[in-house]
Antibody, heavy 123, light 112 residues
Framework: EVQLVQSGAEVKEPGESLKISCRGSGYSFGHYWIGWVRQMPGKGLEWMGI????????IYSPSFQGQVTISADKSINTAFLQWNSLKASDTAIYFCARFRTPYGSGYDAFQIWGRGTMVTVAS | QSVLTQPPSVSGAPGQRVTISCTGS?????????VHWYQKLPATAPKLLIYGDNNRPSGVPDRFSGSKSGTTASLAISGLQAEDEADYYCQSYDNTLGGWGVFGGGTKLTVL
């Protein structure tokens, strides 16, 4: 079965660092773009960025460029989303999602989704 | 404020047909980038409904259809059912600042 398994919920204080994960299974992990999508409480979906695990080529939304780091380790079939210094406004659910088709240019749809990781940042 | 504009809400009675619009610009939908549509139920991950403007993944009922013209894409849902009540999001790509993905603001569908 093709699936993405995300790491568990996190509660952090402002200024702390965090790295959440998304492990793929049941498919050739390296050859499918994986992306991250944010949903803040009561708000809509936001496209954060995508990574192609084979070469770690990454595309960020301008809104998230410099705010987070997307990475991947194809040896363990896992993608990551990282913050160096969290803010209260980072409180949200973060979904990872895989493109529908392998290879490609980066304009595909997200077909396989993780269940989401809830990140709460509060003092 | 989203790059792609959707109506905040739409509604319809069971059995009726509703459409949800997604309006962009010449740097995204109008540039020819594919539009994808997702259904989002509370406390669940989004589900892909339509990809590449008008294609349904396996398992999605043919009550759901997509179209695109110029800078606007649309999702149509016919034979409305109670379980269709959800949030719907369009998604495409924008070629400003190097190219990146964008979602619409989302539309809440209420089945009356």
């Amino acid at each position: 079965e093709v699936q993405l398994v995300q790491s568990g919920a996190e509660v952090k204080e402002p200024g702390e660092s965090l790295k959440i994960s998304c492990r793929g299974s049941g498919y050739s992990f390296g050859h499918y773009w994986i992306g991250w999508v944010r949903q803040m409480p009561g708000k809509g979906l936001e496209w954060m960025g995508i990574i192609y695990p084979v070469d770690s080529h990454t595309i960020y939304s301008p809104s998230f460029q410099g705010q987070v780091t997307i990475s991947a380790d194809k040896s363990i079939n896992t993608a990551f989303l990282q913050w160096n210094s969290l803010k209260a406004s980072d409180t949200a659910i973060y979904f990872c999602a895989r493109f529908r088709t392998p290879y490609g240019s980066g304009y595909d749809a997200f077909q396989i989704w993780g269940r989401g990781t809830m990140v709460t940042v509060a003092s | 404020q989203s790059v792609l504009t959707q109506p905040p809400s739409v509604s319809g009675a069971p059995g009726q047909r509703v459409t949800i619009s997604c309006t962009g610009s010449s740097s995204n939908i109008g540039a020819g980038y594919d539009v994808h549509w997702y259904q989002k139920l509370p406390a669940t991950a989004p589900k892909l409904l339509i990809y590449g403007d008008n294609n349904r993944p396996s398992g999605v009922p043919d009550r759901f259809s997509g179209s695109k013209s110029g800078t606007t894409a649309s999702l149509a849902i016919s034979g409305l059912q109670a379980e269709d009540e959800a949030d719907y999001y369009c998604q495409s790509y924008d070629n400003t600042l190097g190219g990146w993905g964008v979602f619409g603001g989302g539309t809440k569908l209420t089945v009356l």
